[in-house]
T-cell receptor, first 109, second 110 residues
Framework: QKEVEQNSGPLSVPEGAIASLNCTYSDRGSQSFFWYRQYSGKSPELIMSIYSNGDKEDGRFTAQLNKASQYVSLLIRDSQPSDSATYLC?????????FGTGTSLTVIP | SQTIHQWPATLVQPVGSPLSLECTVEGTSNPNLYWYRQAAGRGLQLLFYSVGIGQISSEVPQNLSASRPQDRQFILSSKKLLLSDSGFYLCIGDLRPRAFFGQGTRLTVV
């Protein structure tokens, strides 16, 4: 049974702080990893994708992948109230995508 | 560019009525397509996936069915809706190297 696990939260951070979101996956054969942001009642939107070990930075977002430990994380620097949303981790392996249940993030002004 | 079109955006249906949600893909051919449901306060649950025309795999026994009559068309159906079918339905396309989401359909069964 392939699984993607996320802490459901809620995670609360003050404005300007770093928010750290974590995701673990069960299948060592997974090759592609994604972070999606979902505002309430809306469809998820892609924030970051990462395919190799290490860090990938895009603006205030940094994705970190460690295949040996089977985890992928998302760091949000200088968190803003507009970052308040649910963050979904997704893993692609073979023919399918596997999604975590999401972590709810609230940035407190 | 690759896009997923899904409609309608919102739907209110009475218990026992039929359902048809449609998803179409632009900008690519032969994508893997998925129907997911997100119940209130819960994560995404895979309902069906399709790797090609007429090829449907069901992940969860339920009151729903899916069909793929054309390469770029994926349809979610029900003959008789239940209250428990309410939720947010997402069509997702495996458009490598990433997944693209349709806009979602908010279904409320009353």
């Amino acid at each position: 049974q392939k699984e993607v696990e996320q802490n459901s939260g809620p995670l609360s951070v003050p404005e300007g702080a770093i928010a750290s979101l974590n995701c673990t996956y069960s299948d060592r054969g997974s090759q592609s990893f994604f972070w999606y942001r979902q505002y309430s009642g809306k469809s998820p939107e892609l924030i970051m994708s990462i395919y190799s070990n290490g860090d990938k930075e895009d603006g205030r977002f940094t994705a970190q992948l460690n295949k040996a430990s089977q985890y992928v994380s998302l760091l949000i620097r200088d968190s803003q109230p507009s970052d308040s949303a649910t963050y979904l981790c997704a893993v692609n392996e073979g023919n399918q995508f596997y999604f975590g249940t999401g972590t709810s993030l609230t940035v407190i002004p | 560019s690759q896009t997923i079109h899904q409609w309608p955006a919102t739907l209110v249906q009475p218990v026992g009525s039929p359902l048809s949600l449609e998803c179409t893909v632009e900008g690519t051919s032969n994508p893997n397509l998925y129907w997911y449901r997100q119940a209130a306060g819960r994560g995404l649950q895979l309902l069906f996936y399709s790797v090609g025309i007429g090829q449907i795999s069901s992940e969860v026994p339920q009151n729903l069915s899916a069909s793929r009559p054309q390469d770029r068309q994926f349809i979610l159906s029900s003959k008789k809706l239940l209250l428990s079918d309410s939720g947010f339905y997402l069509c997702i396309g495996d458009l490598r190297p990433r997944a693209f989401f349709g806009q979602g359909t908010r279904l409320t069964v009353v």
